[in-house]
């Protein structure tokens, strides 16, 4: 059994303009992170483009091409305050989302042991009808539409140690019993949302806001004492991981305090879960951490951890 890493040169240019802090260095500093000896059993996949079906599983049904047909030949269109698209971008979605489709087509049906996909631009952020922080269309949540459409899977958790609240995905399967969010974030912080009472209709949606400063220990307790029971109790068939590492203590966009090896520890928990429920599959996807040695670090523990499978 191994590990898949997908990725594509396409997703270095979607450029966000000078001082953005989602920029293609991150997956500049993923990919030299992978490129050492200890990865080199990694088995290394080309990120195919997602297909505008789907995309629009989870988004609004004119919402891909409305996006696509933005992307502007030259400069910057902003679709908000920091969401930016460039000339690349529309192609750089397109390799991100597919990144999932292709990794979920491997790991449910091909029988790798799990995926970490290092991609951008993120997605958790993106809702079914609108783009934000930083995020163009929400690769997780296509991802776990597309196990659940193509492969008949009744049950899906998509795990979220981001340091910021996946509105998005909240938003998505709000109404939806068969896919379960769960969430650490600090809090308060962008977006906002996430508060422990947001449950969602079927109680599905798994909130364990965090305070700045908290670190490793306070993290670790969210995970043992509450996301990981209720994961467990929900039995995913498969799990997907919305890998986001600005909760690295390095972080320039928050204070949660982690360290790379909180990263390591939390993927080892969830693939345990996933080794009694869904026979190992864990699908991951990057999505945030902005500080390049951070985000390296971090990227290295959690990829060792899925590699240990
Ligand atoms: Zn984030």
Redesign the pocket.
Known sequence: MTTAFFTHPACLEHDTGQGHPERPQRLEAVLLALDEPEFAKLERCEAPLAEIAHITRVHDKHYASDLLARVPQRGWVALDGDTLMSAGSGEAALRAAGAMIAAVDLVVKNGAANAFCGVRPPGHHAESDMAMGFCLFNNVAIGAAHACATYGLKRVAIVDF???HGNGTQDIFWHDPTVMYCSTHQMPLFPGTGASGERGEHDTIVNAPLASEDGSAKFRSAFENLILPQLQKFAPELIIISA?F?AHYRDPLASLNLKADDFGWVTRKVMDVAQTTAGGRVVSVL??GYDLQGLKESVAAHVTALMGA
């Open positions: 981001d340091v910021h986001g600005d999505e945030g």
